[in-house]
């Protein structure tokens, strides 16, 4: 079985004291709203979809598979073709308040 890297996309957090930074797994939603990590063939993939400023780390499936199964991500997406921003929550309608009436 031939094992390949994923390019997968991080979030680098900057030390405020300019020590170091870390870097955090971004996550994703599918469809039916469960997270899902994504990973990409090559660094190009990434670029095309997320855009030339999106960091990343390679990292084969196993590894990647550990990292998130600790999270409840068990789901894990190679090469995804589209990546939506998420649905704004439409606002709920007031609730009418009850007007009491004194006797």
């Known amino acids: 079985m031939a094992r390949f890297v994923w390019h997968v996309p991080v979030t680098v957090n900057r ?3 300019g020590s170091g930074s870390t870097d955090a797994l ?16 090559t ?4 670029t095309a979809l997320l855009g030339p400023d999106q960091a990343y780390v390679e990292l ?13 991500v068990d789901a894990l ?8 921003p998420p649905v704004a929550a439409t ?4 609730t009418p308040t009850a007007q009491l009436q004194h006797r």
Do not use: I, K, M, N
């Open 15 to 17: 030390s405020v004291r």
């Open 60 to 72: 084969g499936e196993p590894a990647l598979r550990e990292l998130t199964a600790p999270l409840g």
């Open 26 to 41: 971004r996550l994703f939603r599918l469809r039916d709203g469960r997270r899902c990590a994504v990973g990409f063939t």
């Open 77 to 84: 997406v190679l090469d995804p073709r589209l990546v939506a």
């Open 91 to 94: 606002p709920l309608a007031p």
């Open 43 to 46: 660094p190009e993939a990434l």
